[in-house]
């Protein structure tokens, strides 16, 4: 992609979900500016001073996130290649990507957890350190070509409470769990940020083709879920269309509640009550979205749903 062609895109997007963000020019400027690397401590494979201690000989530049103790920041950006990665002691991750698992409630050694969209295994990995490799997650995907690195991650981390499934959420099987995360495919343009992740202008015709993909992954795992379970929704994109569209479908087609979202110490926004011509539920509100600006970090998009 040619530089002149990122400058288009990213100036698309500003113009595009201007009347939404809090500050158009704040937004505009931060979809600009490259996103520093980061990375979370595997917590499994080792204690979190002494990974720290061995990355900093090489890297001093790392510091921690004030909203995720396990969440850190570098000016690097070759941590792929050191020791640390290789053994599974880092995991290099998007910080918005390490946010949904920590929007469930009450992640625990008991709970058991299907991730509908697992692969490459960043929430797979990270839930699997918050419930101390017990408990029980079954990591699905449609694409056979992603499970390589799917089950690579779980292996060089050390991962053993997963079962890695390959099939399309919209046909899986009836299966009992107590949380159900749905990271949805999307057209991914929260992350903007990073170089040649969106490959080209996006047209309405691709936000509804997302969308209806969207809808009928969160559609099965409400239909699968029972009162009390609790249904994550996330995406790393900034449409609406993909976003608080989806969700308000399944409030208008399913008995499920939104819960409020609250990560100490991370501003996030509300989701949006209207898009062009369409009307939200007032629900909607508790949906969460994170903007570029507010964090530094890439945009991303969060539900929490529960079933009744």
Same mark, same amino acid.
């Given at each position: 992609?040619?530089?002149? +062609?990122?400058?288009?895109?990213?100036? $698309?997007?500003?113009?595009? *979900?201007?009347?939404?963000?809090?500050?158009?020019?704040?937004?505009?400027?931060?979809?600009?500016?490259?996103?520093?690397?980061?990375?979370?401590?595997?917590?499994?494979?080792g204690?979190?001073? &002494?990974? @720290?201690?061995?990355?900093?000989?090489?890297?001093?530049?790392?510091?921690?996130?004030?909203? *995720?103790?396990?969440?850190?920041?570098?000016?690097?950006?070759?941590? #792929?290649?050191?020791?640390?990665?290789?053994?599974?002691?880092?995991?290099?991750?998007?910080?918005?990507?390490?946010?949904?698992? @920590?929007?469930i409630?009450?992640?625990? !050694?008991?709970?058991?957890?299907?991730?509908? %969209?697992?692969?490459? #295994?960043?929430?797979?990995?990270?839930?699997a350190?918050?419930m101390? /490799?017990?408990?029980?997650?079954?990591?699905?995907?449609?694409?056979?070509s992603?499970? +390589?690195?799917?089950?690579?991650?779980?292996?060089r981390? #050390?991962?053993?409470?997963?079962?890695?499934?390959?099939?399309?959420?919209?046909?899986?099987?009836?299966?009992?769990?107590?949380? *159900?995360?749905?990271?949805?495919?999307?057209?991914? !343009?929260?992350?903007?940020?990073?170089?040649?992740?969106? &490959?080209?202008?996006? &047209?309405?015709?691709?936000?509804?083709?997302?969308?209806?993909?969207?809808?009928?992954?969160?559609? $099965?795992?409400?239909?699968?879920?029972?009162?009390?379970?609790?249904?994550?929704?996330?995406? %790393?994109?900034?449409?609406?269309?993909? /976003?608080?569209?989806?969700?308000?479908?399944i409030?208008?087609?399913?008995?499920? &509640?939104?819960?409020?979202?609250?990560?100490?110490?991370?501003?996030?926004?509300?989701?949006?009550?209207?898009? +062009?011509?369409?009307?939200?539920?007032?629900?909607?509100?508790?949906? $969460?979205?994170?903007?570029?600006?507010?964090?530094?970090?890439?945009?991303?998009?969060?539900?929490?749903?529960?079933?009744?």
């Open positions: 992609m040619n530089k002149q +062609k990122q400058i288009t895109l990213q100036t $698309r997007i500003a113009e595009r *979900y201007a009347r939404i963000v809090d500050n158009k020019d704040e937004f505009s400027r931060s979809i600009n500016q490259p996103l520093k690397q980061s990375f979370r401590i595997n917590s499994l494979k204690d979190t001073e &002494k990974i @720290l201690e061995s990355l900093r000989k090489y890297d001093n530049s790392i510091s921690p996130t004030n909203w *995720y103790e396990n969440g850190f920041t570098t000016n690097l950006d070759n941590l #792929g290649s050191s020791i640390e990665h290789f053994s599974g002691q880092i995991y290099i991750q998007e910080l918005t990507s390490m946010m949904p698992a @920590l929007s409630a009450d992640v625990n !050694e008991s709970k058991r957890i299907i991730d509908c %969209c697992a692969a490459p #295994g960043s929430k797979t990995t990270q839930l350190e918050m101390k /490799n017990k408990g029980e997650i079954i990591a699905n995907d449609n694409k056979h992603r499970l +390589k690195a799917l089950r690579g991650n779980l292996d981390l #050390g991962i053993v409470n997963t079962t890695v499934t390959l099939r399309d959420f919209r046909s899986f099987p009836n299966t009992e769990a107590d949380i *159900y995360l749905v990271d949805a495919p999307c057209s991914s !343009e929260g992350t903007i940020r990073k170089k040649n992740t969106i &490959k080209r202008n996006l &047209k309405e015709k691709d936000y509804e083709r997302f969308s209806k993909i969207q809808k009928g992954i969160l559609n $099965r795992a409400c239909e699968m879920a029972e009162r009390g379970d609790q249904i994550v929704y996330s995406t %790393c994109t900034f449409a609406p269309e993909e /976003n608080e569209h989806v969700v308000n479908s409030l208008e087609e399913h008995s499920v &509640k939104l819960n409020n979202i609250n990560i100490k110490n991370l501003k996030m926004g509300k989701g949006i009550k209207n898009w +062009k011509d369409e009307k939200f539920d007032s629900e909607i509100e508790k949906c $969460r979205r994170v903007w570029p600006h507010h964090n530094d970090t890439d945009g991303f998009f969060i539900a929490r749903i529960e079933k009744c």
